[in-house]
Structure formats: structure tokens, C-alpha cells
């Protein structure tokens, strides 16, 4: 392997620990939030003590998300230069309005949020972590928008050899900006939902706090259910995105080959990318395609022969995460039916429980599965239509170097990563602690 694919594997590595830890804070700055409303409204503790608990696991992650974002951050300027160089005016804006904006403002909040339990009044305390949330989504929004630019162009000029940004506002109306924000946060709030839900099916199959883990599973199975059915929606008006301004990257996604109208879709289908074919097909849907792609069952969809071979993305690990982001997808929809059936008799359904805890990893891998048919499913550009990844690489970078960092990095941040699953596996299997004090709140001592 030479300095290129050593360097892809690395940019592959390490967003793909990173976001195992940052959908959980978006997801659970959200939910935290309408607990502490919850206790600002009702003065019960109970909701005090969620917030708390759950507060408890959300800074884990953000710790975790901190440390390994730095390490993703640092190879824009170690391993892809040129690629930093080249377009650094458009998206090195957007990362800093991200950093020095949203990012801040979510720090310094969770610092007031950590150290303000005895200090703030809990409608003030409470504001204050819905100040987290709307930084995190804040956050989001301005690392999706870059991101998709990457994916869809807009806003900028090739003057000087370099991109320049001519429009702003057409970088962040970019209609594949708005869409990837919509499909992606609200994957991250579903997928923290399935979280809480399966840590409280844990301990309601115990017996363990039921009253308390009864409340943060209803919370958490309201909101999942809500962000569940916008990822569909979101999900829909992406793929309808793709369709029109990536056609390369949609006929890998189904491994089509052939343009057609009225072109099927296949539901078992193993590519054949030497041979510029499918070894094997079975299930075709007539026109399923079209329909889903461009809402109309005579619309063409173009195949992989009429991409050039250069331009054409690895069909075989584009269709493969695609198709296991789905396939999830409609599991996570098919327990929330299952468990609004049996939310009654929830701690009589064993089973049902059973199956909760066990489906935690899965959100987490189909949020990946989605990143990484983003990602790979718009090569070979780094830019789309505008700069190759094999263009964007740091000039006389060595294949030993980049093998070095690749072993370091990834050793670092997999010993991050198992400490941190250790700690929120051992944290969410203690629960809250018995009879802990509602956090000293008096009203001679709150700020308002």
C-alpha cells in the first residue's frame, strides 16, 4: 500500500471511532434537557436524578468525542495539505465558525451545567443544557455543510489555482447541506434514544429503579420514535439528492449497471466490479428504482457503464453499508412498533427487553454503514467534480510515515475507545446512585 491508500485507511479509522461518541451527545443533550424541564416544572427529584445520571454518560462521550475529533482535525494538515491548501478558504470557514462559535459556547455551557447544580435556579440550570443541545446540533450543522460541499459544490470560484468562496449563503442553503443535517442529526437523536432505552430495558428486566428507568425509557422511546420517522423522511429526500447531482455514487449504492427507465431494483445483488457486472441478482422489483429515486417510474437511472471506469466509486463496500444501514433502519422501526405494543406490559416482555439491550451497537453501526457509503461512494474525488483524493495528498509524503501514524493513531485511539465503552458500560450498568440528594437546591442560594 503506498501513501494514498495508507492515508485513506487512516481518515477511514479514526472518523469512524470519533463517531461512535458524538451522535450520543446530540442525542442526549436533547433528552437531558426535557428532564430538567421536566424538574423546573414538577419539582420532582426523580427527573433531577435522570438528569444526572444520564448527564453522567452524555460527559463520557463528550470527553471521548474531544479527544478523538483533535486526532481526526490534525490530518487535514498532516496528510492532506494540498486538499487544505486548495479549498481551505471555503471549508476551513465553515470548521471555524464551528469551532469558535458552537463548540465553545457547548464547552463553556457544560462547564456552567457541571458546576451550576447548587448555584442556578432549575429553570436557569435547565436552560443552560438546552443551550448544549441546540451547540451540539449547532456544531452539526456547520461540519455537515462543509462536508457537503465536498459532496455537492456551490458558493465559490477557481481563481488563482485555488477555490475561493464567492457566495456563503449558497453554501449553507446547499441543498445537500440542508438534507444531510436533517437525515443526520435526527439519526443521532434516534440512535441516542435507542441507547437510553436499552440501558433502562436493562435494569427494568433487573428490577432496578423501575420507577426511575420506566420515566427515561418513555422519554426515550417518544423521542426515538419521532427522530426515527424523520430519518425515513430525511432519508428519502437525500437519496432523491443523490439521484439527481450523484449518479455514479447512486448506481453503486443498488450496483446498477445498465441505464434504464423503469429500471428495478434489486433486493439481493452481490457486484462484479472487474467484470463490470453482477455475479449474482435475485429478487427484481420492476421500475422500483425510478420510483424511489425520482418519485416517477419513467425516469432513467444511469448505470455504472456509462461512468468511466476512473470515476466510478468501489460498487461492492458502497452497496454492502447501504444496504446494512437500511436493513437496520427498518429493524429500528419495526422494535418501536413492537415495543409501543407492549409499553403496558413492559416488564413482563422479557423478550422484548432482551432484544433492546442487545440492539444497542446496532444504531451505532448503521450510523457508519451511512457515513461510510457517503464517503466512499463519492470517489475517487475528495471534491466532487473538482479535486481527486489522489490530488489532495501532502506532497513527498512517505509510505513509512504515514504507515507509522496509521499504527500509533489507531492504537491511540482504540485504547480511547475501549476505556471509554469500559467506563459507559460500567456507569450505565451501576445506575443512579440510592437515595442521592436532589442537588442541595434552595432558594436563598439559586440564580435566576
Given amino acids: 500500500m503506498d501513501a494514498l491508500s495508507l492515508s485513506r485507511l487512516q481518515f477511514a479509522i479514526t472518523p469512524f471511532i470519533h463517531f461512535l461518541f458524538v451522535p450520543v451527545t446530540i442525542g442526549l443533550a436533547l433528552m437531558i434537557a426535557i428532564m430538567e424541564t421536566q424538574y423546573a416544572r414538577s419539582r420532582n427529584p426523580e427527573y433531577q436524578r435522570m438528569a444526572k445520571f444520564w448527564g453522567k454518560l452524555f460527559l463520557i462521550n463528550f ?15 498532516t496528510n492532506w495539505a494540498r486538499y487544505s491548501g486548495y479549498v481551505g478558504d471555503v471549508f476551513g470557514s465553515l470548521l471555524a465558525i464551528e469551532a469558535t462559535g458552537f463548540f465553545f459556547l457547548e464547552s463553556t455551557m457544560i462547564g456552567v451545567w457541571v458546576f451550576g447544580w447548587k448555584r442556578l435556579s432549575p429553570r436557569a440550570h435547565a436552560a443552560v443544557m438546552w443551550l448544549v443541545a441546540v451547540a451540539s446540533c449547532g456544531s452539526a450543522f456547520w461540519i455537515l455543510t462543509a462536508n457537503a460541499w465536498m459532496q455537492n459544490p456551490v458558493g465559490y470560484e477557481i481563481r488563482s489555482g485555488r477555490a475561493e468562496l464567492v457566495d456563503f449563503w449558497a453554501v449553507v442553503l446547499n441543498p445537500t447541506a440542508v438534507r444531510s443535517i436533517l437525515h443526520t442529526v ?39 420514535t419521532l427522530s426515527t420517522v424523520a430519518v425515513v423522511a430525511a432519508g428519502d429526500l437525500l437519496g432523491a439528492n443523490v439521484a439527481e447531482r450523484q449518479p455514479a455514487k447512486l448506481a453503486a449504492m443498488e450496483s446498477h449497471w445498465v441505464t434504464s427507465t423503469r429500471a428495478p431494483m434489486t433486493l439481493f445483488v452481490w457486484p462484479d466490479q472487474k467484470n463490470e457486472r453482477n455475479r449474482f441478482e435475485f429478487g427484481k422489483i ?40 437500511i436493513a437496520i433502519g427498518c429493524a429500528m422501526l419495526a422494535l418501536l412498533v413492537w415495543t409501543w405494543w407492549r409499553i403496558h406490559r413492559l416488564r413482563q416482555s422479557r423478550l422484548l427487553l432482551t432484544g433492546l439491550i442487545w440492539f444497542i451497537p446496532l444504531p ?77 437546591l434552595g432558594t436563598s442560594t439559586c440564580v435566576s
Avoid at 470527553?63 to 494538515?77: D, K, N, S, W
Avoid at 441507547?195 to 428507568?213: C, K, P, Q, W
Avoid at 504507515?403 to 467506563?423: E, K, R
Fill in 63 to 77: 470527553a471521548a468525542g474531544i479527544v478523538t475529533g483533535i486526532v481526526l482535525e490534525f490530518q487535514f494538515g
Fill in 364 to 440: 451505532f453501526i448503521a450510523c457508519n454503514a451511512g457515513w461510510i457509503t457517503t464517503e466512499v461512494g463519492r470517489q475517487p474525488w475528495i471534491v466532487y467534480k473538482v479535486m481527486r483524493t489522489s490530488d489532495g495528498l501532502t506532497n513527498g509524503l512517505h509510505t513509512y510515515q504515514v504507515g507509522f501514524s496509521l499504527v500509533s493513531l489507531t492504537v491511540l485511539m482504540t485504547v480511547v475507545a475501549v476505556a471509554t465503552l469500559v467506563l459507559i458500560a460500567r456507569h450505565a450498568k451501576r445506575g443512579p446512585q440510592p437515595g442521592e440528594p436532589s442537588a442541595g
Fill in 186 to 224: 435526527s439519526a443521532s437523536v434516534a440512535l441516542s434514544a435507542f441507547f437510553v432505552m436499552g440501558i433502562s430495558a436493562y435494569h427494568l428486566r433487573a428490577g432496578n429503579e423501575t420507577r426511575f428507568f420506566r420515566r427515561s425509557f418513555r422519554i426515550a422511546l417518544v423521542i426515538g
Fill in 286 to 325: 420492476p421500475g422500483m428504482l425510478s420510483l424511489l429515486a425520482f418519485k416517477s417510474l419513467d425516469r432513467e437511472v444511469i448505470g455504472l457503464l456509462d461512468v468511466p471506469k476512473d470515476e466510478r466509486p468501489p460498487v461492492a463496500i458502497t452497496m454492502v453499508h447501504f444496504r446494512l444501514m
